[in-house]
């Protein structure tokens, strides 16, 4: 099976731009949980989708937002950037998000804010 | 609330010695514990999971990880290091309430000495 996949790998963005990021499950996977990695913050949790709905949400500003299409493959936008949202964004699937589930990483997005 | 704490930023170990990585939870209701591991420029990928049952689980590796219940910790070992298990180490937690939510510890980096 194919892993997770996230496109773009890398962007460069200046203040004030949107940027749209997007994630690919693992075939049958149909949670999808998005995370901001940063060296000070560590692991943020972002929102997790399934089936197309966002059932949670982690404590971001509304300009980050996300969406889930039929095919499970999900959209991160974030919008107005700043410096500090520089960071590595990390998409992750599992079958259905359920407690037990483990989750399956992609190898992120680097984004960087100029 | 849910919270993970990994109170060792760096761990150093000579090969062929035991690790220990440790982790300390809080949660509502019943835990759901994992360890991943991430390598230099690669997302995460799981190790082991506690869910119920036997408190010694066995993973990826040659990982082991040792629920305490009482102590509420989750200490990740492996009897024997290798130079290649040098990386950097979360511990993550769910828990049974339905909160469709993984908070991760702020990550452990492990560097291993030949």
């Known amino acids: 099976k194919a892993g997770v996949t996230q496109t773009p790998r890398y962007l460069i963005k200046t203040r004030g731009q949107q940027v749209t990021l997007s994630c690919s499950p693992i075939?049958?996977?149909?949670?999808v949980s998005w995370y901001q990695q940063t060296p000070g913050q560590g692991l943020q949790f972002l929102f997790e989708y399934f089936s197309e709905t966002q059932r949670n949400k982690g404590n971001f500003p509304g300009r980050f937002s996300g969406r889930q299409f039929s095919n499970s493959r999900s959209e991160m936008n974030v919008s107005t950037l700043e410096l500090g949202d520089s960071a590595l964004y990390l998409c992750?699937?599992?079958?259905?998000?359920?407690?037990?589930?483990?989750?399956?990483f992609g190898p992120g997005t680097r984004l960087t804010v100029t | 609330a849910q919270s993970v704490a990994q109170p060792e930023d760096q761990v150093n170990v000579a090969e062929g010695n035991p690790l220990t990585v440790k982790c300390t939870y809080s949660v509502s209701g019943n835990p759901y514990l994992f360890w991943y591991v991430q390598y230099p420029n690669r997302g995460l990928q799981f190790l082991l999971k506690y869910i119920t049952g036997d408190n010694l689980v066995k993973g990826s590796y040659g990982f082991e990880a040792e629920f305490n219940k009482s102590q509420t910790s989750f200490h990740l070992k492996k009897p024997s290091a290798l130079v290649s298990d040098s990386a950097l180490y979360f511990c993550?937690?769910?828990?049974?309430?339905?909160?469709?939510?993984?908070?991760f510890g702020a990550g452990t980096r492990l560097f291993v000495k030949a």
């Open positions: 993550a937690v769910r828990d049974d309430t339905g909160g469709f939510k993984t908070i």
């Open positions: 075939s049958g996977h149909r949670s």
């Open positions: 992750a699937s599992s079958l259905d998000g359920g407690s037990i589930d483990e989750q399956y």
